[in-house]
Every structure is written in C-alpha cells, then in structure tokens.
C-alpha cells in the first residue's frame, strides 16, 4: 500500500466534505439567525485548512533520506499535527470568545434561531461522525499521527453539532442564551481534542519510547532467534511514525566473528519483519554473562 497515495485520497475527501458541509451551515446560519451554527461552520472551515496541512505534512515525511536529513523526514508529520493542533485551538478561542461577548454585553438581543439551523445541525452531526471514522480507519492502517489529528479535527466537529443542536433547540423553546452557551461548549470540545493532539505529536518529536508491551514483544523476537542466549540491552524511540531499535544480545562469546555476524543478521531481519514500524534496527553483540 503507498501509504502517501492513500492519506491525501483521504485527506482530499474531508476537504471536499468540509468545504460542502461549511457552506451548508454557514448559510444555514445567517438564514435561521444562529449564532451556535455560524461558529460550527468556522470550525468546519478549518477544517479544509487542517487537512491541507495534513497533505503537505505527509508529502513532506515521505521524502527520501537526502544529505541533509540522513534519517529521513518523518518527523515533518508530527510538525504537521503541531500545527493542526494550534489552528484547532485559535479556532476554538474565536469561537469562545465571540459566544461570551455576546452573552456578557446586555445592549446585545439574542435571536431566536430558525428551523433551518436544526437540520443543518443534524447533517452535520451525521457527516461529520461518518468522517472521523472513515480517516480514523486509514489512520490506523498507516499509523498516521496526522491523519488521527484530522479524525478528531472530524469528531470535535460532530460534537459542536450536538452542542449546537441542543442549544438551537434550547433557544427555540424560549431559552435564547441557549445557543450562545452551545458556541461555549463547542469551543471546550474544540481545546480538549487541540491538547490531546498536541501532547501525542510532542511525544514524538522528542525520542519517547515505545510501549512496554511492544518492548518485551521485540525482545520475545530477538529471544527466539537460534544462538541468543539472553538480552543485555533494548533502547527503542519514537520517529514520527517510525521506531529505531538499538538492541544488546548475548550470546557464547567464544565463536567466530562470523557466526557473531550471522546472529545478528538474524536478529536483525526476524525482528525488522515482524514489526514494520521499525525503520532501523542496530544490534550489538556481547559476550554471554549469567
């Protein structure tokens, strides 16, 4: 699979399904005097933004190694999802602040918002739900931290439809302030999913281990290999999507240089094929040592 192909197909598509859906709610909301629904349609419309980014950042990673970046630039996807996480965040801050300064200046009369706003409401929850699960799927199969940001770009979206919607409907029924709170909840969800994309791409970008369980899953691989009496070292970090493994075994230390290299070829290969996350793997041989 050319992982690069299909994250922009993926990526192409919520920009053609934000583009339509931000345009919908948009005019839904100037026509129906909802001010929850206007700021559903801003964060809809960076969205397109978002996954704009989301390409560029993936078109960049899957670069080959060159002279001036030897181990490659996959790193240059978790800058991608930095960024998408600091949009997300300024969105959601605009949209919070509007809602408050509305709620705050009493010169300042609510509108009652239309049926229109309900439904739009509605599709977008529908739209946005089926677009989070459709670029979370592909982010999982790539292991594509980018990709996963947009997916929750999508589910913060179909969450500040449900705010909406409770808040029109709210509104509605006489309770006015209803709707300018929905744009508060909707900003909430909005911070929440930017921190958690944040925190995921900075773990990252700073060499952070892979979990435990993958740990004793690679020392198992390298265990089973003929030869291998035991495991001194295992050193693994994160990449981007990648993983680099440095890894110590031990084995008896009055053979050959050759069957030495024979062993680590061994470890080498067997471990690099059951984990294809693994870019890189070096492994150093000891003398065994109870």
């Not at 960024?83 to 509007?98: E, M, N, P, Q």
């Not at 281990?209 to 265990?223: F, T, W, Y």
């Not at 990648?242 to 030495?260: H, P, Q």
């Amino acid at each position: 699979m050319d992982m690069e192909k299909v994250a922009v197909r993926v990526s192409k598509v919520s920009i053609y399904g934000n583009f339509i859906l931000s345009g919908l709610k948009l005019l839904a909301g100037i026509l129906a005097n909802s001010q929850a629904m206007i700021s559903d349609a801003i964060h809809s419309a960076s969205d397109v933004f978002s996954s704009i980014v989301v390409i560029i950042g993936i078109k960049l990673s899957a670069k080959e190694s060159d002279e001036d970046h030897q181990y490659g630039h996959e790193r240059m996807e978790s800058v991608a999802a930095i960024l998408l996480a600091f949009i997300l965040s300024v969105t959601g801050l605009f949209i919070g602040k509007a809602a408050i300064d509305s709620l705050l200046n009493p010169d300042y009369v609510i509108p009652m918002p239309g049926k229109l706003a309900l439904a739009a409401a509605v599709i977008s929850i529908i739209s946005k739900e089926a677009m989070y699960w459709y670029t979370r799927y592909y982010a999982k199969k790539l292991d594509s931290g980018a990709l996963m940001a947009d997916a929750w770009h999508h589910r913060s979206d179909a969450l500040s439809s449900v705010g909406s919607l409770i808040g029109i409907t709210g509104a509605r029924m006489g309770y006015r302030w209803l709707d300018p709170v929905a744009s508060i909840v909707i900003c909430i969800f909005i911070e929440k999913a930017a921190f958690d994309i944040f925190m995921d791409s900075i773990e990252k970008m700073v060499d952070h281990a892979c979990s435990e369980e993958m740990q004793q899953e690679i020392m198992a691989v390298a265990r089973a290999q003929d030869k291998v009496l035991g495991i001194s070292n295992l050193q693994t970090r994160e990449f981007g999507n990648k993983i680099y493994v440095d890894i110590t075994v031990m084995a008896d230390g009055n053979m050959t240089l050759s069957e030495s290299y024979e062993i680590s070829k061994s470890v080498h290969d067997s471990v690099e094929k059951a984990f294809p996350k693994i870019k890189h793997i070096s492994v150093c041989i000891k003398p065994f040592v109870e």
